[in-house]
């Protein structure tokens, strides 16, 4: 079983839908979880953070944390074209240097 | 928001040369620095941990003498890949986390490294 598992994709929705995105992981000791967009060629940027159970939200997006269930989701509400990108899964572990577990990834496609 | 500067944003050498790379935090202190690399349509890899003042951390199977690590100040992380070939030709990217617990990863802009 990998640490941070993510659906490749690719998913598709049409413009204005709701997209999905879902996360899981392995270690239950892990204590930040993150979402970072990845445009073709360009570094990630970080979305959103989260740090404690529920929903956690910021215009468009909205993190999802169920530690019990080992799951971290990002909807994102009213999909534009530009949401077109892969979406990274991070998860942060105490005690191991600070490193995040990096998933593979998500690729998104908003067809207009 | 935090930012980090990364340069070059784009290398072509011959093979043979060794490369370096700069990351620096502009708004804030990182004791610690992270650099990666990407290759074409594949995920992000960790390849070492940068600790201010100490030796970098290296992901297994990542050749420490290949890849020179430098984290000499709270703002600054150089990477020196030494002497390039081909098969190095990649996307490197760094990143920095501001101190406290917790705190995420925020990226350069990346290298694009491309060896004849």
């Known amino acids: 079983q990998k640490e941070v598992e993510q659906n490749s994709g690719p998913l598709s929705v049409p413009e204005g839908a709701i997209a999905s995105l879902n996360c899981t992981y392995s270690?239950?000791?892990?204590?930040?979880f993150f979402w970072y967009r990845q445009y073709s060629g360009k570094s990630p940027e970080l979305i959103m953070s989260?740090?404690s159970n529920g929903d956690k939200e910021d215009g468009r997006f909205t993190a999802q944390l169920n530690k019990a269930s080992q799951y971290v989701s990002l909807l994102i509400r009213d999909s534009q074209p530009s949401d077109s990108a892969t979406y990274l899964c991070a998860v942060g572990r105490a005690g191991n240097n600070r490193k995040l577990i990096w998933g593979l990834g998500t690729s998104l496609a908003v067809n207009p | 928001g935090a930012v980090v500067s990364q340069h070059p944003s784009r290398v072509i050498c011959k093979s043979g040369t060794s490369v370096k790379i700069e990351c620096r935090s502009l708004?804030?202190?990182?004791?610690?620095m992270f650099w990666y690399r990407q290759f074409p349509k594949q995920s992000l890899m960790l390849m070492a941990t940068s600790n201010e003042g100490s030796k970098a951390t290296y992901e297994q199977g990542v050749e420490k003498d290949k890849f020179l690590i430098n984290h000499a100040s709270l703002t600054l992380s150089t990477l020196t890949v030494t002497s390039a070939h081909p098969e190095d030709s990649s996307f490197y990217i760094c990143s920095a986390r501001d101190r406290g617990l917790n705190q995420p990863q925020h990226f350069g802009d990346g290298t694009r490294l491309s060896i004849l």
């Open positions: 270690d239950r000791g892990s204590q930040s």
């Open positions: 989260i740090y």
């Open positions: 708004d804030f202190q990182a004791t610690t």
